[in-house]
């Protein structure tokens, strides 16, 4: 599922563990997709194959243009994790056709800054990729803004 719009804000801890809130219009999109590893125990006497669920995966895309502001430009904050190699809390609160608001969606989680790639392109701007993977045992949910 992807996310993008004027209405979703995204919050990332930084290298030194502070949250903060990327400008309006820096994150381009959001993927977070929740799957799960699926095991066949389809037996021989069965008619179509059964299967159940394992483990949950949670992998997160942050799409968006590269920024250098102080505190909370992207590659700022990103770059900052991912070269320390820190646990970051990622929030993604998602308005209802507004800002949003205590009530609105929310996705949180724990993660590590698995990979990110800046792209520069001739006479474009300067964007970026970043993967995002759990770090703890919790895994990412959705829920609703305090």
């Known amino acids: 599922m992807a996310l993008s719009g004027d209405y979703v804000v995204v919050k990332m801890d930084d290298s030194g563990g502070t949250l903060r809130t990327f ?10 997709p929740l799957t799960y590893d699926q095991f066949d125990v389809t037996g021989f ?14 992998p997160v895309t942050l799409r968006g243009y590269l920024t ?13 994790a991912f070269q320390a190699g820190t646990q970051v809390t990622l ?14 969606p929310e996705y949180s989680g ?19 990729t970043a993967m995002l993977t759990p770090a703890t045992g919790t895994a990412p949910s959705w829920g609703t803004m305090p």
């Open 110 to 128: 724990e993660f590590y800054v698995s990979s990110y790639v800046p792209t520069l392109s001739n006479g474009g701007a300067v964007t970026f």
């Open 68 to 80: 250098t502001t102080a505190t909370t430009g992207t590659h700022t904050v990103i770059r900052g």
């Open 45 to 58: 006497g069965d008619a179509v194959h059964k299967m159940i669920n394992g483990q949950l995966k949670a």
């Open 91 to 104: 929030k993604v609160d998602v308005g209802n056709n507004a800002p949003p608001v205590s009530g609105n």
């Open 23 to 32: 400008d309006t219009g820096d994150i381009l999109s959001v993927d977070v």
